[in-house]
């Protein structure tokens, strides 16, 4: 069973907490472009932040030429020997949650830190969650995201 990091779009700021922890647990640096989690804002209307969200027949892994992605439990895990940087996962990927690492010129992805996020803990209004069932994640995001739309119109 995966575990999804799930955000509460009408909780989240746009503070990016989430983000400069999940940089600095993985490279060391506080960078936006380092991160494996993004907080998208439309606006300053809405926020939210996306994570993988390991897809079961997960586009990036069955797009990777050389088979650096794979899914092992549940998990979208990345083989960085293996990735030559070509990017076919990035363009593949539906919610546009992996990034390229320029540094080391492979990709990056969210690994949920073993199943205890940084971004989870870090949050300090608990937009994000853990969720381990993959169809309360989905009806969660049509409630959220319904709910969000209502109150935009």
């Not at 990345?78 to 363009?91: N, P």
């Not at 990056?108 to 830190?113: K, L, N, P, Q, Y």
Request: some cysteine.
């Amino acid at each position: 069973m995966s575990k999804l990091i799930f955000c509460d779009m009408n909780k989240c700021t746009n503070c990016r907490l989430c983000v400069y922890a999940c940089s600095f647990v993985k490279t060391k640096k506080f960078s936006i472009t380092k991160s494996r989690i993004k907080v998208l804002d439309k606006d300053h209307e809405v926020s939210v932040a996306v994570a993988c969200n390991h897809c079961e027949d997960a586009p990036c892994v069955a797009y990777c030429p050389t088979k650096a992605l794979e899914n092992n439990e549940g998990i979208i895990k990345i083989h960085e020997e293996k990735c030559i940087g070509c990017g076919w996962c990035i363009i593949h990927c539906p919610v546009g949650a992996i990034s390229f690492d320029a540094d080391k010129r492979v990709v990056a992805i969210c690994d949920i830190c073993d199943g205890d996020p940084e971004c989870v803990k870090i949050c300090p209004i608990n937009a994000l969650e853990i969720i381990e069932d993959r169809e309360e994640y989905t009806r969660k995001m049509h409630e959220i995201g319904l709910k969000t739309v209502k109150e935009l119109i």
